[in-house]
């Protein structure tokens, strides 16, 4: 198994940063074919070989991934692409 952990730091009210987190994750679905579902601030996804959540704070976003064995080889290119959205949606590290 390979996790992925993002952490950013976000300037805007928790509303926005839900909104930002739900962008990522229709872009990550788009891209992936992930389902996704809100628990609270916690948006939750998943498919086949991944999981992971975005959990939305009043001050930060964090993206954790967790990648089965078979889709190891694109954790470099999901992990860049997170990274991407985030930059996109709160700013850059």
Known sequence: MSE???CRA???TLKNARKGAEHIAE???EEFGLDHAW???TLRFQRMGVSGH????KKEVEVYVKLG???MALGPRIEHEIKRFCDENFGPE
């Open 4 to 6: 992925i952990r993002v």
């Open 27 to 29: 872009e990550l679905g």
């Open 54 to 57: 975005i959990e939305v704070g």
């Open 10 to 12: 976000h300037g805007t």
């Open 39 to 41: 628990e609270g601030n």
């Open 69 to 71: 064995f078979l889709l």
